[in-house]
């Protein structure tokens, strides 16, 4: 199932009363539902699963936040987590959550704790902490990261796909 916003346009008589005795308009509302999908979830190709690469930028760097758009967290992230999973992210909680950095095929490095997380951002972007990661694997700005959830392990893989000049 696919997730998505309900958007509320249309007040009931009982809430149209309500704001107009408390001389305050109505306010738009979404709630996020789930949807029955008419194409397919994508399928990860084993060879290259990166479904979200990002540029990183000096800023991502700085403040320890992977800045990912409202398409990638809902197509690459949300489709595969349960309802409450996603509320939860969009009621303004962290998810705290674990990072495997895949970079070195050989030797991964497990990453979780209070640094590593998704959490709602501004103007419906989101944000992946991941500032561990970025220090303890001198990720530069310009290096291309790639990064896909894990449905069987619930975690986030995380890999330089390009080293930035």
């Known amino acids: 199932m696919k997730k998505t916003f ?3 346009f249309i ?5 149209e009363e309500i704001a107009k005795s408390s001389n305050t308009p109505f306010q738009v509302t979404r709630e ?6 008419l194409h397919a979830a994508p399928v ?3 060879m290259n699963p990166w479904q979200i690469k990002k540029v990183v930028t000096n800023a991502d760097i700085i403040t320890g936040k992977l800045v990912l758009s409202h398409h990638e967290v809902f197509e690459y ?10 509320n939860y992210v969009l009621s303004g909680n962290k998810f705290y959550a674990v990072i495997w950095d895949i970079s070195d095929e050989k030797s991964p490095v497990r990453y979780r704790n209070e640094n590593i997380y ?3 951002g501004p103007q ?8 561990d990661v970025a220090r303890k694997a001198s990720i530069n700005p310009n290096d291309e990261v790639g990064i896909f959830w894990q449905s069987r392990t619930e975690t ?10």
């Open 6 to 8: 309900y958007y509320k």
């Open 156 to 165: 986030f893989q995380f890999k330089v796909l390009r080293n930035g000049i």
């Open 124 to 131: 419906d972007t989101y944000a992946l902490g991941w500032m």
């Open 77 to 86: 992230i949300f489709r595969y987590w349960t309802l409450e999973m996603c």
């Open 11 to 15: 007040p009931t008589k009982a809430e």
């Open 118 to 120: 998704l959490e709602q």
């Open 44 to 46: 990860i190709d084993p």
């Open 32 to 37: 996020l539902v789930e949807i029955r999908d």
